[in-house]
């Protein structure tokens, strides 16, 4: 009989997290240890490594995303049976991460596949528009930079054409 604390999944993951912050930290935590059944690795429970991933996929500090994305490849090319979910995940965590570009094509890759998956989508629409945002503001930032240039420029003609009119 496995013995062990009888907490919600969550709550594990969140008191692991409190407890033990960064993920490297976490995989290594006895709590861990307790839930997966295993020594120190992710890769003894591939599912528990899935819930895992999914939960620091929500999160909002980069090491964390990162390391989500990290988790959920490696399942992705280990073969694990619920593939398209991982994908799902790890580029909902690109998406976080402001990785706009990479999110889209992980989503193109679900769409391939499972043409029918309203959530990827719905994400790939969002990566689509954030890259289309992302886009506009640097076009706006080079005009801008490109009309103080002129400013400066301008502003170098006439002082110069003043200095030469009063010789």
């Not at 994305?69 to 992705?76: A, F, G, K, N």
């Not at 002129?150 to 009063?166: C, P, Q, R």
Request: aromatic letters at 8%; charged letters at 25%; glycine letters at 6%.
């Amino acid at each position: 009989m496995r013995r062990g604390p009888p907490v919600s999944f969550r709550f594990a993951v969140q008191f692991a997290m409190w407890q033990f912050p960064g993920p490297s930290l976490v995989a290594r935590s006895p709590l861990f240890r307790v839930l997966t059944n295993t020594g120190d690795s992710l890769s003894a429970s591939p599912l528990f490594a899935a819930k895992y991933a999914f939960a620091l996929s929500k999160s909002r500090q980069e090491s964390e995303l990162r390391y989500a994305v990290t988790i959920l490849d490696s399942l992705v090319k280990e073969g694990y049976e619920h593939q398209i979910d991982c994908m799902y995940g790890s580029a909902t965590a690109l998406y976080l991460l402001g990785e706009f570009k990479e999110a889209r094509s992980r989503c193109e890759a679900i769409l391939r596949s499972k043409p029918d998956s309203r959530t990827a989508a719905e994400l790939h629409l969002a990566s689509i528009d954030a890259i289309e945002e992302e886009e506009e503001r640097r076009a706006k930032q080079i005009a801008i930079g490109g009309s103080a240039a002129v400013a400066v420029l301008g502003a170098a003609v006439a002082i110069g054409g003043m200095l030469l009119k009063k010789r």
